[in-house]
């Protein structure tokens, strides 16, 4: 029973409530029914996730003090240091410029500090990472996988000997992680000159009669290799060295553990996603929860040279189905800095241009909840239409009816009206999808009445 008269205007009561536009999770829950797995549990002795956040601020103490120095004391946006800065940045933190460097290049490659051309912004996670454990953690992971490019390697080694080694490494942790406990080096390096072999053998590296491969190192070259990846490992927390061993620190057991997962995921995956193309990727995530989806895409992308899997999701993302468009911006963020030209470059693509602001905005430091304040009326109205269509075809019609209150717009009469003027090519579909699912009779012929309106061109 409804109090509203029958000769009342519409607007009086079909006030929407006012809330921020969360796109891609409303289109989201229009698919994601379930976990495709149950969420799994660190090995047994792993530190809760507070105790884990502790000891990575602790690592990257000297990198969060460089950061913050330089934001505070050289503007929020400013050129990275050079050597006067420097000399400023240790006097000012009682460092020597040698710590300051590293640390500034450590909270370069955790997030902390973000490069955009010449200029040097604090990232999203200096601005979280008092009070964020989560945001530590993926830190610190972000450091530990950078973990080659830490400490120098050592001189006169072919860079492909380097990359073999680096290739090489994650079954080197893998046995420290399985192994619980110290491990001797010769027993490392064993495992890593075999690692080695099979990976000159997957390549089919057969040397012709009288020559040699030339990235193999030698046999004696591969002690001084392991001893610089061990050292690298060690300078960022992942592991200890004693007299001939080394083990995994908790942090780094937890992160081993945590590539694994993402292995795990990936493997069971719903549609095979490391093999398949961008689009069927995208389709075999959309019912994945954002965290394991995000695994998804890490296993993904680390699969594909970065040019090639950015141009496949914004392929994918130009598309019809605007739950893939979503997901695709979703993957994107997961690739950060390295994609921002191309997301660039998009924004003069009516489809696309809210999709890039939201991303960019978010790029830059904006809170996910705050980034939509970026759009203008219409591209929020064009955002709308484009999710209310993802949840038109993969979704139910109580999810439709439920995404009417996200609208912008204060009252559905100014709601059809902006829906009209925008222009989207899903407008009559979505109307009429709408309509059939709202319960309310005058509300659901208003609707109709703007379908058929956009459908023949009327005002």
Not at 65 to 88: F, L, Q, S
Not at 177 to 192: F, I, K, R, Y
């Amino acid at each position: 029973m409804t109090s509203r008269k029958p000769d009342e205007p519409l607007a009086r009561n079909s006030r929407l409530r006012l809330v921020r536009p969360r796109a891609l999770a409303t289109a989201r829950r229009a698919v994601t029914t379930r976990r495709t797995r149950p969420a799994p549990r660190p090995p047994e002795g792993t530190p809760p996730r507070a105790v884990l956040a502790g000891q990575a601020r602790a690592v990257l103490a000297d990198a969060v003090r460089i950061a913050r120095w330089a934001a505070v004391d050289r503007n929020a946006e400013t050129a990275p240091p050079d050597v006067v800065d420097g000399e400023r940045a240790a006097a000012a933190l009682d460092l020597t410029p040698a710590q300051v460097r590293a640390g500034w290049d450590r909270a370069r490659l955790a997030g902390l500090v973000e490069l955009h051309g010449d200029t040097a912004r604090p990232g999203w996670r200096l601005h979280a990472w008092d009070r964020d454990d989560s945001a530590v953690l993926r830190g610190w992971v972000a450091l530990f996988d950078a973990w080659s490019l830490v400490h120098p390697v050592p001189e006169a080694v072919a860079p492909g000997a380097v990359a073999e080694v680096v290739e090489a490494v994650p079954q080197v942790l893998s046995l420290l992680q399985l192994s619980a406990g110290p491990v001797p080096v010769p027993t490392l390096l064993d495992l890593l000159g075999q690692r080695v072999e099979e990976l000159r053998e997957e390549r089919c590296e057969v040397p012709a009669p009288g020559t040699a491969v030339e990235t193999a190192p030698a046999a004696e070259g591969l002690p001084a290799l392991l001893d610089w990846a061990l050292e690298g490992l060690a300078a960022v927390g992942a592991l200890t060295l004693g007299t001939g061993q080394a083990t995994l620190t908790p942090l780094g057991n937890w992160a081993v553990w945590v590539k694994l997962e993402q292995i795990c995921v990936a493997a069971q995956s719903p549609a095979g996603n490391i093999e398949q193309s961008a689009e069927d990727m995208l389709r075999g995530c959309a019912r994945l929860t954002p965290g394991p989806a995000r695994d998804e895409y890490r296993a993904w992308l680390a699969a594909r040279t970065l040019s090639s899997a950015v141009g496949e999701l914004l392929a994918v993302a130009r598309g019809e189905d605007a739950l893939l468009r979503g997901l695709a911006f979703e993957a994107l963020r997961v690739v950060g800095g390295p994609a921002e030209p191309e997301v660039r470059a998009v924004l003069g693509e009516p489809s696309l241009r809210p999709y890039a602001l939201l991303w960019l905005a978010e790029y830059e430091g904006a809170d996910p909840d705050d980034a939509p304040e970026v759009l203008t009326r219409e591209e929020a109205t064009w955002l709308w239409v484009d999710t209310a269509a993802a949840v038109a075809d993969h979704g139910e019609s109580t999810l439709l009816v439920r995404h009417l209150d996200s609208a912008v717009q204060g009252t559905v009469p100014a709601l059809l009206d902006a829906v009209r003027a925008v222009g989207h090519p899903r407008t009559v579909q979505v109307l009429v999808a709408l309509a059939a699912a709202h319960p309310d009779p005058a509300l659901a012929k208003a609707v109709r009445r703007a379908a058929f309106q956009v459908h023949t061109g009327g005002a």
